[in-house]
């Protein structure tokens, strides 16, 4: 592979100048979007919808990365469709490429036959870097580090409801680490030996296992097997400071040495959801019911007074939270079964 290029951070803004708001929101908090530069029009119109449901009322600001740079083109559609600041970054050629301990001849072949298999995305090693970037790097990323609460947005998804209060001071006040709109079962072929893993994970790190977590989230015989549930990890919104922390950190160097990320497809969302659900109280979990999201073909749509309060737009019929490939269900049921 050539040499790294260094790393250009843009901080660009073509914004009008009627739209220069100081941020109004009290938290220390971005949204971070990874995205490439052909989705600039499916990216503008989710912004759109987050900004009239939520953000035109606080001005977080948005961190938009890559691992190419940005084109022209990106940088204003993105910038116009939102009332706050904007930064660019370029993902470090070593945050996003396989590390020096994947046999990429290896990956390669594996990739193939769990591709053949039906693992989507099996042979992608762009959306495995993807996958990897996100479990383990985008929180170190240079213009990501200075905050501690991030809210993921991916370009195409929809938001359907008002949000008549601030989720990032929700999620401080109410002492909460991780949040989610929609959970479901993975597809198992993507990640054939990730519970293995984590059990042996458990078996070295006894300590770091948190007392009242939520493996029954995870498990439906105790932590033999894995029931697949995972948090859908395209909408987050988090606290930074348990992916930064020394805990999260083993967990990742843990599953980064076994290479799944790309002998197998391990996803984030599962990475994020194991380590969520096993090292950490499941009191820190947090589902926001208010949040009214659609990343296809799944939806979270509020049912009843909810759904009136926050004028949302999407059909309560179509919610999928009880649906049987959903978890969110046996999630709540967590709270019921202690
Ligand atoms: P899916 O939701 O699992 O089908 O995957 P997506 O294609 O939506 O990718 C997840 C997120 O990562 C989206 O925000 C994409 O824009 C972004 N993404 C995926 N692959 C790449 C890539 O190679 N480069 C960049 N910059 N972003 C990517
Ligand atoms: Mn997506």
Avoid at 159 to 181: A, G, V
Avoid at 212 to 233: K, R
Wanted: glycine residues 4%; charged residues 25%.
């Amino acid at each position: 592979r050539k040499v790294p290029p260094t790393t250009i951070n843009q901080i660009e803004d073509h914004r009008p100048q009627e739209w220069h708001h100081p941020q109004l929101g009290q938290e220390n908090a971005t949204f971070v979007i990874l995205a490439r530069n052909y989705e600039y029009k499916d990216l503008a119109q989710t912004l759109r919808q987050l900004e009239t449901r939520f953000n035109h009322k606080y001005h977080y600001p948005y961190t938009f990365l890559s691992d190419e740079p940005f084109s022209e083109e990106f940088k204003e559609w993105t910038s116009l469709a939102v009332s706050s600041k904007v930064q660019y970054g370029l993902i470090p050629r070593e945050q996003w490429d396989p590390p020096s301990n994947i046999n990429l001849t290896l990956a390669d072949e594996l990739g193939r036959k769990l591709q053949a298999n039906g693992a989507i995305y099996g042979d992608r090693i762009p959306y495995k870097n993807m996958c990897r970037f996100n479990s383990g790097y985008f929180f170190r990323h240079e213009l990501v580090q200075k905050y501690r609460y991030y809210w993921r947005v991916e370009p195409s998804v929809n938001f359907f409801c008002d949000l008549n209060f601030d989720p990032f001071t929700y999620m401080r006040e109410h002492d909460k680490t991780y949040s989610f709109t929609i959970s479901l079962k993975e597809f198992e072929n993507t990640i054939p030996t990730l519970w293995n893993t984590t059990k042996e994970f458990m078996a070295e790190y006894p300590e770091l296992i948190a007392r009242d977590n939520a493996m029954a989230f995870l498990s439906n015989d105790g932590g033999d097997t894995y029931n697949l549930c995972h948090f859908w990890s395209n909408f987050e919104i988090a606290d930074m400071e348990f992916w930064r922390s020394e805990t999260y950190m083993k967990w990742f160097n843990f599953l980064d040495m076994k290479g799944g990320f790309y002998y197998e497809r391990w996803g984030d969302a599962p990475v994020h959801s194991i380590a969520a659900a096993l090292l950490l109280p499941r009191s820190r979990i947090h589902f926001f019911n208010e949040i009214g999201y659609k990343h296809s073909p799944f939806e979270h749509c509020p049912q009843g007074d909810v759904h009136e309060k926050g004028r949302c737009s999407c059909k309560q019929e179509h919610n999928f939270d009880n649906d049987w490939y959903s978890c969110t269900a046996r999630f709540h049921s967590l709270f019921s079964l202690f």
